[in-house]
């Protein structure tokens, strides 16, 4: 099997869920099958840097083909045109006219069993690919994303821009991803909304494989000394993810605190908002922590972790993490989306703000539980998310890709 990749980025060192998602996937596949990149990026970036970093972390890659993203004139041409034709401007960021010279000479001779499209930014080259077979990994349902945004903003601008992005994204949805053999998703929840905005796609869920730093770490605080103490992590700069965690500091801790008056809390994240870094420096107790060299080593310490936000699609890598690395967690039901959890044996999911405190309580008042919490999630995560399983599933749906164009050649 030989199989192109399509990729919209650098994705060493992944910094996101999606990046955490190929980069752990290319590590079993690229011994599996046969893989050549493409990426597409920044004009600025060291190719020569980028092409060694991937050849180091993954010797048996075939080709890595790189392209550069538009600049002025041309960046500004491919977003009107992207809007022209009533789909998101920020998709023109990945236009790119040798990219699509390149795949009209090269996918047929270049004898690709199948293309794989990592994100739907990739999306708009499908039909410069002919009749080979094509998978897309979506991740999200952006326009379910942008929907989400838009209802739970506090924001005038976010509100009125969010109906317009969501049409945007959605007609994209509905008019592209049909083209595909098969769209893939990392959550239920994404999966099921895609089918009624997109219908008819071929469409399935998989996991993002954990990293080894996660999977294969020895845990170590379930043997030290217990400590009353809370993390929340995220990307503080969302202002909707900062709301959650705001409304947590302001309202839940403060009944937490009525019992455990010595709790500590730390927020750990770059570029909190103006309203939450303000929220912080007001709050006793609370400290908010930039950035960590060694994340899994942060991570390895007797937390209660605490997701607050009320807005999530796909998978949450960083509840994820937590989860394998046997924190007790505790979050909102739309935060689990892909993980295949069960409140009350591998987490906390929570319903309102009431189901929050009250198993924050019960998780700071028992070492126990949250030890025995802690365990069975991460025995859950790390046995459901190795990569060598997400990357036997992603292979198996290649095969079958395959397999079905051919019988109906």
């Not at 590590?27 to 493409?38: R, S």
């Not at 509100?159 to 007609?171: A, F, G, H, V, Y």
């Not at 007790?328 to 739309?334: A, L, S």
Request: glycine share 4%.
């Amino acid at each position: 099997m030989k199989i192109l990749v399509i990729i919209p980025y650098i994705f060493l060192p992944p910094v996101s869920g999606n990046q955490n998602l190929l980069s752990n996937l290319l590590k079993y596949v690229a011994n599996e099958i046969y893989c050549d990149l493409i990426l597409l990026v920044n004009s600025d970036t060291d190719i020569t840097a980028s092409k060694a970093a991937i050849r180091r972390v993954y010797p048996n890659i075939g080709n890595i083909i790189i392209f550069t993203k538009p600049r002025g004139i041309s960046l500004l041409l491919a977003m009107f045109q992207a809007f022209a034709n009533g789909y998101h401007p920020a998709l023109g960021r990945y236009h790119n006219k040798l990219l699509i010279n390149w795949l009209s000479k090269n996918v047929v001779k270049g004898g690709y069993d199948l293309i794989h499209f990592d994100m739907f930014h990739t999306a708009p080259y499908r039909k410069f690919c002919k009749d080979t077979p094509t998978l897309l990994v979506s991740s999200d349902a952006y326009s379910m994303a942008a929907q989400n945004a838009g209802t739970l903003s506090r924001k005038i601008k976010t509100r009125l821009r969010s109906p317009i992005e969501t049409t945007l994204l959605k007609n994209f949805e509905k008019n592209e991803y049909s083209k595909f053999n098969m769209v893939c998703t990392v959550s239920e929840v994404d999966a099921k909304y895609l089918q009624s905005v997109a219908s008819p796609i071929e469409i399935k869920t998989i996991g993002i494989a954990l990293d080894p730093a996660f999977s294969e770490r020895k845990i170590t605080h379930l043997n030290t000394k217990p400590e009353k103490k809370i993390l929340c992590t995220g990307n503080l700069d969302h202002a909707i993810i900062s709301d959650g965690i705001i409304e947590f500091l302001k309202r839940d801790l403060v009944s937490i605190r009525k019992f455990h008056p010595d709790v500590k809390v730390t927020i750990l994240g770059k570029n909190p908002t103006v309203e939450l870094k303000r929220c912080i420096e007001i709050t006793d107790r609370v400290k908010h922590v930039d950035f960590v060299d060694h994340y899994d080593d942060f991570l390895d310490q007797d937390w209660v972790y605490v997701y607050p936000q009320k807005c999530a699609t796909g998978l949450q890598t960083k509840l994820q993490q937590a989860l394998s690395l046997a924190l007790p967690v505790v979050g909102y039901k739309v935060s689990f989306g892909g993980l295949m959890i069960k409140s009350g044996t591998h987490c906390y999911v929570c319903n309102n703000s009431d189901d929050l405190v009250r198993h924050v309580l019960s998780l700071i008042s028992d070492v126990r539980l949250r030890r025995e919490i802690g365990l069975n999630a991460a025995t859950h995560i790390r046995e459901n998310f190795s990569i060598n399983k997400v990357g036997t599933q992603m292979v198996e749906i290649y095969k079958d890709i395959i397999k079905h164009y051919k019988s109906v050649e």
